[in-house]
């Protein structure tokens, strides 16, 4: 919330090294640090670029599953569409109302989004080319997002660890959903499962990808780590999600398309390939198949919603006239 | 903390939503939203905040009319509770042989 907003603690009345210590005291007892709090300008700098990036995932990931809201085979299917659809804008709302508490404006957030100063997620740059990647975006996609995101729910930071908790009961729901789907097509005819099969081979390295740059090359890793901003490391949340999406897939009927996949009996875990991640950072630089499709259309949107926002505002101000001359005669 | 008016996207304020999840509890703060007035505030918490019947009734509030304490822990604000200890009821030694106490 902005009422705790700002700078608060940080007014001069006490010593850098005393508000320091402090901040390192709360994080070293596992405590929350609340948004008044004093924070070191690298922590807040930090959040502000996860939270935001987060955001923006939100709201840009509801373009490739939105496009198939019209084309839903069943009415069933189109609510239950709509449903994840609207709970990714409600995401991304959670999140904005997060960063805001570090003291930024949503508005300058989407600016710089639409800037290409923030980032969003490099796997909503691909495109879902049948009904069957819906139920695999649930599937892995989703699934991803909560190996990700169920530990950031003990994030060091209050407002964001407590968006994360309601995002990951949502985001249950989704994953469901779209394994539901799968098992649907599965029952179906040969080419609904050649359906399922491919979209599974588009979308499991664009998945493990999800995860970021491997730990020796993720510069920013051990820093958000001391923080207790991110609690693991991108290949153990990479290495559970795997461990987590075999059996599944197993159960479903796919083959996932990694021939150095195994079960490692010595680890007790999974031996999985490389993603590619030139691809990934290639992506993420804007080359990937839908950026410049995901960033119009972004733009477009909040072009087109200009006049309701202006609308909105002036029918406001004008109530609020009325009232003051009601009251003032 | 910041008593100047939120500044907002296309100038709409900021409001913290507070909800009561069912009968018999307390309206809790969920978080906050731009609407561009009281009642576009409202509707906006129920679309946001409660999706899933997360709740029986909604405030919200102008988050520039909330005044806060410092969050501070060792604020001297919240010293006069700290060396009470005799006002819980843990302060009193009672023998076990005592019941219902």
């Given at each position: 919330m902005?009422?705790?907003?700002?700078a608060?603690?940080s007014?001069?009345?006490t010593?850098l090294?005393?508000?320091?210590?402090?901040?390192?005291?709360?994080?070293?007892?596992?405590?929350?640090i609340?948004?008044?709090d004093w924070m070191?300008?690298?922590?807040r700098?930090?959040?502000?670029?996860?939270?935001?990036?987060?955001?923006?995932?939100?709201i840009?990931?509801m373009?490739?599953?939105?496009?198939?809201?019209?084309?839903?085979?069943s009415?069933r299917?189109?609510?239950?569409?709509f449903?994840?659809?609207?709970?990714?804008?409600g995401h991304?709302?959670?999140?904005?109302?997060a960063a805001?508490?570090l003291?930024i404006?949503?508005?300058?957030?989407?600016?710089?989004?639409?800037?290409g100063?923030?980032?969003?997620?490099?796997?909503?740059?691909y495109?879902?080319?049948?009904f069957?990647?819906?139920?695999?975006?649930?599937?892995?996609?989703?699934g991803?997002?909560i190996c990700?995101?169920?530990?950031?729910?003990?994030s060091s930071y209050?407002?964001?660890?407590?968006s994360?908790v309601?995002?990951c009961?949502?985001?249950?729901?989704?994953?469901?959903?779209g394994?539901?789907?799968?098992l649907?097509?599965?029952r179906?005819?040969?080419?609904?499962?050649?359906?399922?099969q491919d979209?599974?081979?588009r979308?499991w390295w664009?998945?493990?990808?999800?995860?970021?740059?491997?730990?020796?090359?993720?510069?920013?890793?051990?820093q958000?780590m001391?923080?207790?901003?991110?609690?693991?490391?991108?290949?153990?949340l990479?290495?559970r999600?795997?461990?987590?999406?075999?059996?599944?897939?197993?159960?479903l009927?796919?083959?996932l398309?990694?021939?150095?996949?195994?079960?490692?009996?010595?680890?007790?875990?999974h031996d999985?390939?490389?993603?590619?991640?030139t691809?990934?950072?290639?992506?993420?630089?804007?080359?990937?198949?839908?950026?410049a499709?995901?960033?119009?259309?972004?733009?477009?949107?909040?072009?087109?919603?200009a006049?309701?926002?202006?609308?909105a505002?002036a029918?406001?101000?004008?109530?609020t006239?009325?009232?003051?001359?009601?009251?003032?005669? | 903390?910041s008593?100047?008016?939120?500044?907002?996207?296309?100038?709409?304020?900021?409001?913290?939503?507070?909800?009561?999840?069912k009968?018999?509890?307390?309206?809790?703060?969920?978080?906050?939203?731009?609407?561009?007035?009281?009642?576009m505030a409202?509707?906006?918490?129920?679309?946001l905040?409660?999706?899933?019947n997360?709740g029986?009734?909604?405030?919200?509030?102008r988050?520039?009319?909330?005044?806060?304490?410092t969050?501070?822990?060792?604020?001297?604000f919240?010293?006069?509770?700290?060396?009470?200890?005799y006002r819980?009821?843990?302060?009193?030694?009672?023998?076990?042989?005592?019941?219902?106490?």
């Amino acid at each position: 919330m902005t009422v705790t907003d700002g700078a608060g603690g940080s007014d001069g009345a006490t010593a850098l090294p005393e508000l320091s210590a402090h901040f390192d005291a709360t994080i070293a007892h596992d405590q929350r640090i609340e948004p008044r709090d004093w924070m070191p300008d690298g922590y807040r700098a930090t959040l502000v670029r996860q939270i935001a990036q987060h955001a923006h995932s939100e709201i840009i990931g509801m373009q490739p599953e939105g496009e198939w809201i019209t084309k839903a085979p069943s009415l069933r299917r189109k609510a239950i569409l709509f449903a994840k659809v609207q709970d990714e804008a409600g995401h991304g709302l959670y999140l904005y109302s997060a960063a805001e508490t570090l003291g930024i404006d949503r508005a300058e957030l989407t600016e710089r989004l639409l800037e290409g100063r923030q980032k969003y997620s490099s796997i909503f740059n691909y495109p879902t080319l049948s009904f069957a990647d819906v139920g695999v975006i649930g599937w892995f996609v989703d699934g991803a997002a909560i190996c990700n995101q169920v530990p950031l729910c003990r994030s060091s930071y209050g407002p964001y660890a407590r968006s994360m908790v309601r995002i990951c009961k949502e985001e249950s729901f989704h994953q469901r959903q779209g394994y539901e789907l799968l098992l649907t097509m599965m029952r179906g005819t040969q080419k609904q499962r050649a359906q399922v099969q491919d979209a599974v081979d588009r979308w499991w390295w664009p998945s493990l990808m999800m995860f970021g740059p491997p730990d020796d090359d993720s510069p920013n890793s051990a820093q958000s780590m001391a923080w207790k901003i991110k609690r693991h490391s991108n290949d153990e949340l990479r290495q559970r999600f795997v461990d987590m999406t075999v059996p599944q897939a197993e159960r479903l009927g796919v083959t996932l398309p990694d021939p150095e996949l195994r079960w490692n009996e010595e680890r007790g875990r999974h031996d999985f390939g490389t993603p590619d991640f030139t691809e990934l950072m290639r992506v993420i630089k804007g080359d990937g198949p839908c950026n410049a499709q995901r960033m119009a259309r972004r733009t477009k949107a909040h072009q087109d919603g200009a006049w309701v926002r202006e609308a909105a505002a002036a029918h406001a101000a004008k109530q609020t006239a009325h009232q003051q001359e009601g009251s003032a005669a | 903390m910041s008593t100047e008016a939120p500044r907002g996207s296309a100038g709409w304020p900021l409001y913290e939503v507070f909800v009561r999840g069912k009968r018999g509890l307390n309206h809790v703060h969920v978080g906050s939203l731009h609407a561009a007035d009281e009642r576009m505030a409202l509707t906006n918490a129920r679309d946001l905040y409660t999706r899933r019947n997360e709740g029986v009734s909604i405030w919200v509030v102008r988050s520039d009319a909330i005044t806060a304490s410092t969050p501070d822990e060792k604020d001297p604000f919240f010293s006069p509770s700290g060396d009470k200890v005799y006002r819980h009821p843990t302060f009193y030694a009672i023998p076990d042989d005592v019941p219902h106490i």
